[in-house]
Structures are given as structure tokens and as C-alpha cells.
């Protein structure tokens, strides 16, 4: 007699999009009846069909659904269920223990990469960096989450702003800026009548350096004052815990 079953299958489909498949076997009906559903995206119940399969089995699964959904399960059915959701859980296991490589002349870009980037809109070498720079690991890629007006990805309770050099003076310009509006002229002018900013942007005051470029990676990450670097594709970046 062909058992109850109650299963919740978890992987990522072609486009590295995650899929919840929920795979039960009852016997309400005086028969063993397979019940398949699944959240998707934003889909929910009967949406298998739009997953993108990625390899054979689950390929498999998804046919299976179509074609014995609410229906009796015999014991082929049931030995190629069982067989699709090991390779799955197998491949899914395999896929998660790859490591990201990335080194100085060059690198290795995982499509789980690049289709992150593509989902949230960023360079595959920005989001490179962060990986490089916060040791993110490849299953924390899911909930990762990028602001494009701040530049900035929410990662593990965390938020690191992620920046060329260039992208890091020009913030690093807007913080002084912000700063001088913040204090007020007259405030500046309080501390001696000897206020000069120089093309660089170094702000004296009486003769005493008060803030200098050289500083940016304390203003720019308040958490530790500290900037990070990463050299991604003969490009460095810089990052900020915010």
C-alpha cells in the first residue's frame, strides 16, 4: 500500500528564481491521490507552469503535476517522485556549496550571479564586490536587496554602500556639503575670520585642517570608519558599512 506523504520541495529555477513546491499524498479519497502546489514568484497554487526548469528532474516534476495532479499514484509514479525530489534536493545541496571565484586577474561569474544582478537591477561587478568585501555567502544571495538612488544593498542586517572611486569622492563631496549647510556660515566664521576650502576640497579654518578627502572612508561609513576595498575585473571598488 503506497504510504502518506507531505513534502516541501525548495529550489531555483533556470532564471535562479526560488520556487516552493508542496507535494502531498493522501488518501481522502480511498486512494492515494497526489496533490502538487507551489509558491512562485508572485504566482501561487496551480503555477508550476511557469517555472523554467532547470535539469531533467525537475523538468520531471513539473510533468508530473501536469499529468497526475488530484490523480492516483501507483508505485512508478511514486518511484519517480521520490527519485526527482533526491536529485533536486541534491543539486540544489551542490549548487549552494560552490564558491564565488574572484581574484585579481580575473573572474569567474556564477549565473546565480548574474541573475541576481539582472533582478535587481546592478552591475554583475557591483554586486561582485560586495560578495568579495562582506564574504556573503551564495545562499544569502535571496534576500539581498539593492537601493540605486543611495547605491547601497541591504545584506545580512546589514547595509553597505558599494562605490567606484569616483562614485566615493562625489559622495564624500555631498557629505561635506551637507555638513557646511548643517553648521551654518556664521557658525564656520565663529571659529576665526581665516575660512578657506581649496580645489580639493580640504575646509581650513584658521590655518587648521578641520576636513581633508583623505578622511572620506570616515565619513562615509559611520559603523566603523573604515573603507574596504575589492579589485573586480581590473576595477577597484570601495565599500561602507552604513
Not at 543539486?91 to 571565484?101: A, C, F, L, R, V
Not at 545562499?139 to 542586517?157: I, M, P
Not at 548643517?182 to 579654518?205: C, F
Request: proline share 2%; hydrophobic share 40%; charged share 30%.
Amino acid at each position: 500500500m503506497i504510504e502518506a506523504m507531505k513534502k516541501t520541495l525548495t529550489f531555483h529555477d533556470e532564471n535562479w528564481d526560488k520556487a516552493i513546491v508542496k507535494i502531498e499524498i493522501t488518501h481522502r479519497n480511498w486512494y492515494p491521490e497526489l496533490t502538487m502546489s507551489a509558491e512562485f514568484k508572485w504566482h501561487g497554487w496551480q503555477c508550476l507552469d511557469y517555472i523554467v526548469p532547470d535539469n531533467e528532474y525537475q523538468k520531471e516534476l513539473i510533468e508530473l503535476w501536469e499529468s497526475n495532479h488530484l490523480k492516483e499514484v501507483d508505485e512508478w509514479i511514486l518511484i519517480t517522485l521520490e527519485h526527482c525530489i533526491s536529485f533536486i534536493e541534491s543539486i540544489e545541496d551542490d549548487t549552494y556549496s560552490d564558491p564565488i571565484n574572484i581574484n585579481d586577474m580575473g573572474l569567474s561569474v556564477d549565473r546565480i550571479v548574474i541573475a541576481k544582478a539582472n533582478d535587481l537591477s546592478v552591475e554583475v561587478d557591483r554586486l561582485l564586490a560586495l560578495i568579495d568585501i562582506t564574504d556573503l555567502s551564495i545562499e544569502s544571495l535571496d534576500d539581498v536587496e539593492y537601493d540605486s538612488n543611495r547605491k547601497e544593498f541591504s545584506a545580512e542586517w546589514n547595509d553597505w554602500a558599494i562605490v567606484t572611486d569616483d562614485e566615493a569622492d562625489d559622495m564624500h563631496y555631498d557629505y561635506v556639503e551637507n555638513l557646511i549647510d548643517d553648521i551654518g556660515i556664521a557658525q564656520l566664521n565663529s571659529w576665526g575670520p581665516y575660512i578657506r576650502q581649496s580645489d580639493d576640497w580640504t575646509i581650513t579654518v584658521s590655518q587648521e585642517v578641520i576636513f581633508s578627502p583623505s578622511e572620506r572612508w570616515e565619513a562615509l561609513n559611520p559603523y566603523d570608519g573604515n573603507e574596504y576595498e575589492s579589485h573586480i575585473n581590473w576595477e577597484y571598488w570601495f565599500g561602507y558599512q552604513r
